[in-house]
Nanobody
Framework: QVQLVESGGELVQAGGSLRLSCAVSGRTFSSYAMGWFRQAPGKEREFVATISWSGGSTYYADSVKGRFTISRDNAKRTVYLQMNSLKPEDTAVYYC?????????????????WGQGTQVTVSS
C-alpha cells in the first residue's frame, strides 16, 4: 500500500521559514513526479509546486515563486518543500501528492496518492 506522510508544519511568524517533508512508502519513489498542494479553510485546494521523477524539472504557483523550493531525495524516498519569507496568506493545510507518471504537473487529477496534510500557520 502506498503511503505519504507529511511533517514539519507549525505556527511561524511572517517572514520566517519552514521545511516540510513527505516520506513515501509502498512504491518505487523515483519513478513518479511529486507535488505539493495546499488548502485554506473555505477555499479550494490549490497547486503549490511540483517536481519530475529526476528532479530536473520544477514548476511553482505564481504566488510562491522565488520563496518556495521543492526538492526530492530518492534514496531517502522523501520530497521537501522549503518555504522562505512566509506570509499570512500562506496559511493552509499542505498536502503531499504522488503523480501517476514521470512528468511534473500542476493538475490535481494527475496525482493518484495523497498524504494526510500538515498545518502551516503564519502569523503577522
Amino acid at each position: 500500500q502506498v503511503q505519504l506522510v507529511e511533517s514539519g508544519g507549525e505556527l511561524v511568524q511572517a517572514g520566517g521559514s519552514l521545511r516540510l517533508s513527505c516520506a513515501v512508502s509502498g512504491r518505487t519513489f523515483s519513478s513518479y513526479a511529486m507535488g505539493w498542494f495546499r488548502q485554506a479553510p473555505g477555499k479550494e485546494r490549490e497547486f503549490v509546486a511540483t517536481i519530475s521523477w529526476s528532479g530536473g524539472s520544477t514548476y511553482y504557483a505564481d504566488s510562491v515563486k522565488g520563496r518556495f523550493t521543492i526538492s526530492r531525495d530518492n534514496a531517502k524516498r522523501t520530497v521537501y518543500l522549503q518555504m522562505n519569507s512566509l506570509k499570512p496568506e500562506d496559511t493552509a493545510v499542505y498536502y503531499c501528492a504522488g503523480g501517476k507518471s514521470l512528468m511534473a504537473t500542476m493538475r490535481a487529477y494527475d496525482y493518484g496518492y495523497w498524504g494526510q496534510g500538515t498545518q502551516v500557520t503564519v502569523s503577522s
